[in-house]
């Protein structure tokens, strides 16, 4: 694959360089396990899924380093009791051999899960990820109470794919979601694909509440629009949102079917101006995670 030149939207919004939160790096027998789930998607989801950048660790990232990506996540999550620690495990050299990675974590309600998410935090790690509808799991599982209070209490964003999309879980909707921040008001939450497709329901809880924001994920883009196009009249509520830091870019890297440039370009289109287009592509990522412009 031909190396890419870097994204357009650095240079003319004057930024350092395209902060990432929902990008994944997992071990090879993962990733080879997810890539051969879409491979089936037609009949997991009903549409093709083809993987955009099936590339081996190092060449994938070179491709995000081309971009300008300076700050990226290895979103990790489990679907099953006694993976989510192998994963941390792994995730902990990951980010040490790769300065410009956020060293990402993940839970799943289990026996122990409290020591390993405190093995997590103390080993440094920046940000957690849980997936509702693969893990098939409540957010308000008894287990998890003393987790949320842990990581509410030590102010570490969890990216949450909690949204019905592309297909509805027993857990997905903004229902569990809702439910649990009102628990735990100060956890801070990062809504994976921007909720979809229920968009409104989950901009009302970033409105609602100051720790609980959204990322562009796969949103915007032609593939999502077949699938559950963004409203109109939630614009204006989005330019809201993301003006004031409340919206983060997320490519999904590399379990994509086109190209990162178009995830970019989805979100420019959206013609909502140069401000929300600093803060959705560096400020509110940096801002949250304390970046720095070289970093």
Avoid at 133 to 154: S, T, Y
Avoid at 235 to 251: C, H, I, N, W
Wanted: with cysteine; charged share 20%; hydrophobic share 45%.
């Amino acid at each position: 694959m031909t190396q890419p030149g870097e994204l357009e939207v650095i240079a003319r919004l004057g930024i350092p360089g395209v902060a990432d939160v929902h990008s994944h790096f997992m071990p090879r027998v993962v990733m080879d396990k997810v890539w051969t789930y879409f491979d089936d998607a037609s009949t997991n989801y009903g549409i093709d899924w083809p993987i955009e950048y099936r590339e081996d660790e190092q060449a994938r990232l070179a491709i995000l380093r081309g971009l300008g990506v300076r700050s990226f996540t290895s979103m990790i999550y489990a679907h099953k009791p006694g993976m989510a620690a192998w994963l941390n495990q792994w995730a902990v050299q990951f980010a040490a051999e790769h300065s410009d990675c956020l060293h990402t974590s993940t839970f799943y309600p289990e026996d122990g899960v409290v020591d390993y998410v405190a093995e997590a935090i103390e080993a440094g790690t920046r940000v957690f990820k849980i997936h509702l509808q693969v893990g098939a799991f409540d957010p308000r599982h008894e287990l998890l109470k003393p987790v949320w209070a842990l990581i509410a209490q030590e102010q570490i964003p969890v990216v949450i794919h909690c949204g019905s999309g592309p297909v509805p879980g027993s857990f997905t909707g903004p229902g569990p979601t809702a439910e649990l921040i009102a628990a735990h008001p100060d956890l801070s939450l990062v809504i994976a694909h921007m909720g979809a497709p229920e968009y409104g329901d989950f901009l009302e809880l970033a409105d609602r509440y100051e720790n609980v924001r959204l990322d562009t994920t796969m949103a915007f883009t032609d593939f999502m629009n077949r699938l559950a196009s963004f409203p109109e009249e939630l614009m204006p509520k989005l330019q809201t949102a993301g003006e004031r830091g409340d919206v983060l870019f997320g490519s999904d890297f590399p379990n994509i079917p086109y190209s990162y440039e178009h995830a970019a370009a989805a979100v420019t289109q959206l013609g909502l101006g140069d401000e929300f287009e600093r803060q959705v592509f560096w400020g509110a990522a940096a801002a949250l995670f304390g970046l720095e412009p070289r970093g």
